[in-house]
């Protein structure tokens, strides 16, 4: 087993361990750590998977950017009636099973059709210059829907002003 | 090395967590966080076959789901900081104002 796998069963087991706990504590604001803890460990799996720009943008725009709007927006209404009340609602039973169902039935298809799925299902060594790659197709080929994106972030911008205002 | 599948199986498993918990938890907020989570999922398949098959363009798929996550939070965050200051309170039961 080489370094590359111990990390990676490392990450993984973090990323796991701290996702369960997420949907689990009563108090939001430890929700919302666990869920960093989740989101840092996905990004040293991006790493190993030699994705280093989308690393950064893993650890520079969902921990450093939406997080602290979740942990903002948690210090501005939080309230301490919340952590008295029953954390779960009431087709929890039912929605949990379904839930575990569903990915039961997820990982039975992955497991039987792994071979036929999977023609090479080993994952290369190198992959050359990702930073360059990544921004070769992202203004290249794929610069219209980079554009629409760009749109959506300005709407989103305005809707999110125009909700959290106290008159409109 | 680490085979391909096992990705998938760590993508399965935090889409399962992130699905348990908008289904069961009652806050909105822990709600939009597994939302965050479930899309946190979809990006490590996208990665693991963008390494698999040697081209970015999973990449840059998953760079675009992170915008979305983005906008998605803000206006997200919008409507609950509107919907506190009018029933102060956090509970997705209480949503019920459209029902009649």
Redesign the interface.
Known sequence: M?L??IL?YFF?GL??AS??L??TRRN?VH??VY?IT??LA?AG??L????E??FV??VI??VG??MV??VF??M??N?DV?LL????????FV??V???A??AQ??LA?KTG?HSL?P??????V?PK?TE??A???FGR?ML?FEI?SI??L???I??????K?RV | ??????????S??????????V?????V??I???I??IL?AV??NL??F???F?N??G??F???I??????????G??????F??NR??????EMDMLKW
């Open positions: 080489g590359n796998s990676f993984a990323a796991v996702a369960i997420m949907v939001i929700g919302a869920l989740t989101l996905t799996v991006f190993l998977l030699q994705a720009f989308l943008t893993q725009l969902y950017g939406i709007l979740f927006v948690i501005l209404v309230l919340s009340q029953y954390q779960f609602n009431r087709q929890r929605a949990g379904l839930a575990l569903l990915g997820v990982f992955l792994q999977f090479q299902a080993r994952i290369p060594e992959l990702n790659a990544v070769d197709a992202l794929f829907p994106a959506l972030l709407v989103a911008m809707g999110a002003v125009v909700m959290a106290r | 090395m680490v085979p391909v599948d096992h990705y998938l199986w760590l399965l498993a935090l889409f399962t967590i992130g699905v348990i918990g289904l069961t938890r009652r806050n907020i822990i939009l966080m597994s965050e989570l946190n990006n490590i990665v693991a963008s390494h698999m040697g970015v363009d990449q840059v998953a760079i675009f992170i915008t979305d996550a983005a906008a998605e939070a803000a206006v965050l919008g409507i609950i900081l509107a506190f200051r102060e309170t956090l509970l997705a039961d």
